[in-house]
């Protein structure tokens, strides 16, 4: 079953700790437990449930982000989308972890406002 894992960046190498910063996102393709294809998207400009819907159309199955809103977790489930939260650091070593079943949220939900 391939997964199309959606990660937020600004630069392409490290994940953008809060998702809705983020200058683009870093799409891959896993099939069979590895990468098939890394890309890079331009999101719509941020505004609330954008980003949700935006990524349910591209096929996204899961998130993985430093933090999110509630409501933002809320709307990617809505979506279909798992939420892996509390992300930091390398896009790479981050997809190691998680091709390992190894990567856990921490559930790093944000309570201020946007």
Request: proline share 4%.
């Amino acid at each position: 079953m391939s997964q199309f894992i959606a990660i937020p960046s600004n630069d392409g190498i490290t994940v953008e700790e809060h998702f809705g910063h983020c200058k683009k996102f870093v799409m891959v393709t896993v099939e069979e437990g590895k990468v098939q294809a890394k890309t890079e998207i331009i999101p719509p400009a941020h505004a609330p449930g954008v980003f949700p819907a935006f990524l349910g159309e591209q096929g996204a199955t899961t998130i993985i982000t430093g933090g999110m809103g509630a409501r933002a977790v809320d709307l990617f489930k809505q979506q279909g989308i798992d939420v892996i939260l509390g992300a930091t650091g390398s896009i790479d070593d981050l997809l190691a972890v998680f091709l390992e079943g190894e990567l856990a949220s921490t559930g790093s939900v944000c309570s201020h406002q946007h």
